[in-house]
């Protein structure tokens, strides 16, 4: 594990729908730089990296991305910051990152998802926020073959969310953002943490198909997606409430 490796954010973790019973842990890795296979209801670690959008790439020209795990990588000595997870692996979860003592745009305003060393994965930098605008809510998919991590993406909804709703922006036809001088800190009186919907795909090491990111379509039209679509929805709904 790399040695600025350390969670420096506030954070918490909070499932809202379970796709599995409860079963035993057998995946006894706990660093989000080493490798692991995993099973269904397995716990599994990985981070979130906050910098700037140039610092997740190894050349100038920004065409070679690589883990906040590679040692070539000025994380360590650059203004960055970090979140840890661990959710069980196939369900649906709402992560959080309070930012009432972290605002991501003081880091960077980028995103970069990871787990794995020799097996390294990192998701394309997610922009966050600026000074002008902030990105509060957001779907990461982890996607497995065979229990090993091969990818993860953000999952865009091209600002369905937002749709007609003046309060908020549409940046570059991708992503809801709210403006920052309303957040609490800011000048203003939201709630501006980091909500984040995490699902699961691929097979694990039995060769099981995780269900997860199926499912989270199929649960809308059951009681228990609205459950969790009022905590995921709840970091923008609330702004609503001052117009």
């Known amino acids: 594990m790399a040695p600025w490796l350390m969670p420096m954010v506030v954070l918490a973790q909070v499932v809202v729908a379970a ?3 409860s079963a035993s842990n ?3 890795v706990y660093q989000p ?3 692991t296979k995993i ?3 397995d716990g599994f670690t990985f981070g979130i990296a906050f910098s700037s959008k140039n610092s997740f790439f190894y050349n100038q020209n920004l065409s070679l991305q690589l883990s906040p795990c590679d040692k070539r990588l ?3 000595s650059s203004n960055s910051q970090l979140a ?3 959710p069980k692996v196939d369900e649906i979860s709402l992560l959080t990152i309070n930012t009432s003592s972290f605002f991501p745009d003081s880091y960077g305003g980028y995103m970069v998802a990871f787990a794995g060393r020799k097996y390294a994965a990192r998701s394309p930098p997610a ?3 600026n000074s002008t605008f902030i990105v509060t809510s957001f779907t990461l998919v982890l996607e497995f073959q065979k229990g090993r991590l091969q990818n993860l993406y953000w999952k865009r909804d091209g600002c369905a969310a937002c749709g007609g709703k003046s309060n908020f922006v549409c940046l570059n036809k991708v992503d809801c953002a709210i403006r920052t001088s309303s957040c609490k800190g800011r000048g203003g009186s939201v709630d501006c943490s980091l909500g984040i919907q995490l699902a699961f795909s691929g097979t694990d090491k039995h060769l099981r198909v995780l269900n997860s990111w199926y499912e989270v379509e199929n649960l809308r039209q059951y009681s228990l997606y609205g459950l969790y679509s009022n905590l995921r929805d709840s970091l923008t709904s609330q702004y609503n409430k001052f117009f």
């Open 26 to 28: 057998t995946n006894k």
């Open 39 to 41: 099973q269904r209801s």
């Open 127 to 129: 922009f966050v926020a």
């Open 84 to 86: 840890l997870f661990r």
């Open 74 to 76: 000025s994380l360590p």
């Open 19 to 21: 796709t599995l019973a």
């Open 33 to 35: 730089c080493a490798d």
